[in-house]
Structure formats: structure tokens, C-alpha cells
């Protein structure tokens, strides 16, 4: 099974304030019994570092950077053709809260035929991304 991790739940796994934090270490655990791949995008990386930084401390961002960098989650690099594939995709949704980023990840699910996306945002069910919950 192949598993896209989503921004939200790498601040809900870090932040133990988190309205989200129980719910995402309960999926963590059952999706880790089913030995995944598991892959995120560069720009999601990015983003959930900055509002960890935010939303705990600076420190709390640097070392979830470094456990990205242990290699147990395949980040994809979002290069040009990603982005402006993504791009395209975001100026194609009509919800106001769906993200760039978000878009991008979108087209990261499709194209590398990945299962679920580990979220809890109910925008990537409305594009026929599976969220695994």
C-alpha cells in the first residue's frame, strides 16, 4: 500500500496540542501494522515545518526536518513540471480553501498511483483521492 502523508498530520503527530494529535497517532499506528510506503511532496515538508515552527517552537521544526531526512518517507521533489501540472490543477478547483500546495499534492497522488492520502483534509476526498481513515 502506498500512502501520501499530508502537512496536517506531520504538525498533529509533532504538536501534542493538536485538535487532531490522539486521531493521527491512532491511524499512524494501524497504517504501520500494514507496512506501507509512505511519500510526501518537498512542499509539504516545507509547509508543515513552518507551521510547526509556528505552532510549538522552532527547535520542535528543525528536528521533524531532521527526521525527514532519516528516509523512512519517500519526498518527492515537486520540480517544474509538478508545480506547473499542479498549478493547472489548482486554478481548476472552485473551493477557496484548497491550497497550492495542496493542488500539487493532488497531482503527486495521481501521478505516482499512489492508494490513500493521509489527511484530514476532506478537499482531497472532492478530487478522488482516497483519504485513509
Known amino acids: 500500500m502506498r500512502v501520501f502523508i499530508d502537512a496536517n498530520v506531520f504538525v498533529a503527530l509533532v504538536n501534542a496540542k493538536d485538535s487532531t494529535h490522539n486521531r493521527a497517532l491512532e491511524l499512524m499506528g494501524k497504517l504501520q ?23 510549538t517552537d ?8 531532521n527526521e525527514m531526512d ?7 521533489f515537486v ?12 486554478k481548476l478547483q472552485t473551493s477557496k480553501n484548497i491550497s497550492c500546495v495542496d493542488a500539487v499534492s493532488f497531482v ?23 483519504i485513509y481513515n
Open 79 to 90: 520540480d517544474s513540471e509538478l508545480n506547473g501540472a499542479g498549478l493547472a490543477e489548482f
Open 33 to 55: 501494522k500494514e507496512n506501507p510506503q509512505f511519500f510526501t511532496s518537498s512542499d509539504v515538508v516545507k509547509e508543515a515545518a513552518t507551521i510547526i515552527s509556528q505552532k
Open 108 to 130: 503527486i497522488v495521481k501521478k505516482y498511483n499512489i492508494d490513500f492520502a493521509f489527511t484530514f483534509d476532506a478537499d482531497f476526498r472532492k478530487t478522488g483521492v482516497k
Open 70 to 76: 532519516m528516509g523512512d518517507i519517500n519526498v518527492i
Open 58 to 65: 522552532h527547535a520542535s521544526a528543525v528536528k521533524f526536518l
